[in-house]
């Protein structure tokens, strides 16, 4: 077993107890293989291990990623922030986005949405901690983004994503995340239909869990310590 499959087993077996001692079905969690900074061959060795889906934050490199994958059935997720004048190629390359925190963004994703590919998945970023560093619309301007995204077409609401604090301190991460399930729960009684909560990374996984996530991005878990691709691995991606 390589050490891509093996970290992806471990990770599997820690939601599984995770949610059991929750109280939760595992088969409610759904594991995002977060593979930005990760060659082609890495995200190749996971899927053999049985991992199909993949989010990635930097759309050059998702791009130059992709051809030397397009043997396999990925589902493509986009988790970082997103420029509008990328829009058209997320638009057209990723099934789910994960990071839309703006009516602008909305409006060209969908508005570059091939109308022949299936409706794309979109979650809404909230930035639940405050820090001006991190993107996201701030929760009491969520309701506002949300009715508006709803109602555009080729897209599907499908819930909420948060990157909170990076910190030791457990009680503020989860007080973050637990304000995230109160947006989501606030949503659904609005009458939106959602099924998903994307938060929770390696080291903050466990409480995402308990505070209710159906999907956790995990990285550094399952393909270890980050490795940034240097441009000339990228254009030899590209060039495959």
């Known amino acids: ?19 059991q001692s929750i109280g939760r079905q595992p088969n409610e969690i759904t594991l995002l293989a977060a593979s930005k900074t990760n060659p082609a061959d890495a995200l190749r060795e996971a899927w053999v291990a049985g991992q199909t889906i993949f989010g990635e934050n930097y759309l050059q490199e998702a791009l130059a990623k992709m051809p030397a994958l397009a043997d396999l059935p990925i589902e ?27 009516a602008k963004v909305a409006d060209r994703l969908s508005k570059d949405r091939s109308e022949s590919l299936p409706p794309l ?13 991190k993107s996201g619309v701030e929760p009491e301007e969520l309701a506002a983004l949300a009715a508006h995204v709803v109602n555009l077409p080729h897209r599907r609401l499908r819930g ?3 990157v909170p604090e990076l910190t030791t301190a457990t009680a503020l991460q989860r007080s973050q995340f637990h304000l995230l399930r109160e947006l989501y729960e606030q949503l659904k009684r609005d009458g939106y239909e959602l099924d998903t909560l994307s938060m929770g990374m390696s080291e903050d996984m466990d409480i995402a869990l308990a505070e209710g996530a159906t999907m ?14 240097i441009p000339e691995e990228i254009a030899a991606l590209a060039a495959r």
């Open 76 to 102: 493509w997720h986009f988790i970082g922030p997103i420029q509008s004048n990328k829009t058209r190629r997320i638009a057209e390359n990723f099934a789910w986005v994960h990071s839309v925190d703006r």
């Open 160 to 162: 909420l994503m948060a």
């Open 121 to 133: 998945q979109v979650c809404l970023q909230v930035n639940v901690s405050g820090e001006d560093s």
């Open 1 to 19: 077993m390589t050490t891509v499959a093996s970290n992806l087993q471990n990770v599997k077996d820690r939601i599984v107890r995770v949610a």
């Open 216 to 229: 956790v991005r995990v990285g550094t878990a399952i393909f270890g310590p980050r490795r940034y691709l």
